[in-house]
């Protein structure tokens, strides 16, 4: 396995590489994170609004398999049920993402379970400081999916600022963008302890979706994502679309949408809904580095390969 540096991430949640599977609710199961565990770093599987205990539970023994793994939640959905499945499936780490983690953090301090906290915005960085939250996740707005507005080297930077005076202790991963080794070694080179990948690992067969869906994958360009919040109008699901709007692959019913304000939201559920016109149009949430995913490749490989490259881009310094 390539040596990388360790770091203050690397050491806390006993993992070999600086790489985490980002938990990507719906394309992020117990396969996906496994292998990212078995290639030596961190697989978490992703929980969304409506999952259920007893998926956490399947996925969670998969994910074990491959040694340490996480588990994503999202704080605005969550619910005591979930919650208490997620730490009984004895994750090394929870991910508390999309809302203020601190009636949480203390349930999962005493289970022994480590806490981490996405970020989008500085407000959000100190928020999750004052729950004592053990990681950062700076996700920049480069990131697939539900993501904030900031785009991830600004937002890096001023969080690498503001921890290294306030929270010295408290490692930060980066999210949003970094689908290579060279963005590995940056964000390496610039202070962070470890690169949070999802769209980098969208093709994989790993990862839960159609084939058709990992093929537009590979067939993507960064310049088609666009953040919108039409999706989660159209499917009436609770998230606060002016935070953490979506970063999706453009599709017609994306073109047609995302710049009428006029549209109803019972327009665009009608547009969704089976016999509508785009009820058929795939969904591919993504984020800017979609146009570096050009083969579908094991998931195992894409951790080793970005690993590889870092380390001999690394190691000219």
């Known amino acids: 396995m390539t040596q990388l540096p360790d770091t203050l991430l690397t050491r806390l949640w006993g993992i070999d590489l600086p790489i985490i599977g980002a938990p990507m609710a719906g394309r992020a199961g117990g396969d996906l ?12 599987i992703g929980v969304g609004a409506s999952t259920s205990p007893e998926w956490i539970r399947e996925q969670a023994e998969i994910a074990g398999r491959g040694g340490n793994f996480g588990i994503g939640l ?11 499945a997620a730490l009984d499936a004895n994750p090394t780490v929870v991910s508390l993402a999309f809302g203020d983690p601190s009636p ?27 729950a004592e939250v053990d990681v950062l996740c700076v996700q920049g707005t480069d990131a697939g999916g539900h993501t904030g507005r900031i785009g991830t080297m600004p937002l890096m930077q001023q969080v690498l600022n503001y921890t290294a005076a306030h929270a010295p202790g408290v490692p930060v991963a980066v999210a949003g963008g970094v689908g290579t080794g060279r963005g590995l070694a940056a964000v390496l080179a610039a202070g962070a302890d470890a690169a949070w990948i999802g769209t980098a690992l969208l093709a994989s067969p790993e990862s839960a979706g159609s084939d058709e869906l990992k093929a537009a994958a590979v067939a993507a360009s960064s310049r088609n994502t666009v953040l919108t919040g ?45 016999g509508g016109p785009y009820a058929d149009d795939l969904k591919l949430h993504a984020g800017q580095g979609v146009g570096l995913v050009r083969q579908r490749e094991p998931a195992g490989e894409t951790v080793a390969r970005m690993a590889q490259e870092a380390h001999d881009l690394l190691k000219r310094f």
């Open 33 to 44: 994170a496994a292998a990212v565990s078995r290639a030596g770093g961190l697989g978490m």
């Open 74 to 84: 999202m704080v605005w959905a969550l619910t005591d049920e979930v919650f208490t």
């Open 104 to 130: 949480w953090v203390a349930r999962a301090h005493a289970a022994g379970v480590s806490v981490v906290a996405p970020v989008n915005d500085m407000p959000q960085v100190r928020q999750a400081l004052e």
């Open 230 to 274: 039409i999706y989660d109008r159209a499917e009436q699901v609770g998230w606060d679309i002016e935070a953490w709007p979506t970063r999706t692959v453009r599709n017609d019913f994306v073109d047609r949408y995302i710049g009428d304000d006029s549209a109803t939201d019972e327009e665009l559920v009608a547009a969704r809904a089976p």
